[in-house]
Nanobody, 121 residues
Framework: QVQLVESGGGLVQVGGSLRLSCVAS????????MGWFRQAPGKERERVAA????????YYADFVKGRFTIARDNDKNTVYLQMNSLRVEDTAVYYC??????????????WGRGTQVTVSA
């Protein structure tokens, strides 16, 4: 059974930082691209960042470029999202997903349950 478990969310003030982690099990991790997505109340889910299987290919949404960094450790079956200079508009539930890194979100194969990130002014 495939599981993706996110952690590291929480409450932080504007300008602060958080590091999200997503541990995968039940799949051959290094065969999957990984993505971080987020969904705020009343809004559609949007891709934040993605990384290819080997880690050489990266994608960032324009609204996080220069602030967020995605990385993975294939030995630990873990993908990370380092989030710096957080803004109120970054408040959302953050999800990790496994699939083809740059594919449409609907094409991702597996999803975690999400971790809440709340940025207060």
């Amino acid at each position: 059974q495939v599981q993706l478990v996110e952690s590291g969310g929480g409450l932080v003030q504007v300008g602060g930082s958080l590091r999200l982690s997503c541990v995968a099990s039940g799949l051959t991790f290094n065969m999957y691209g990984m993505g971080w997505f987020r969904q705020a109340p009343g809004k559609e889910r949007e891709r934040v960042a993605a990384i290819t299987r080997g880690g050489s290919g990266l994608y960032y949404a324009d609204f996080v470029k220069g602030r967020f960094t995605i990385a993975r450790d294939n030995d630990k079956n873990t993908v990370y999202l380092q989030m710096n200079s957080l803004r109120v508009e970054d408040t959302a539930v953050y999800y990790c997903a496994a699939g083809l890194a740059f594919a449409h979100p609907a094409s991702y194969d597996y999803w975690g349950r999400g971790t809440q990130v709340t940025v207060s002014a």
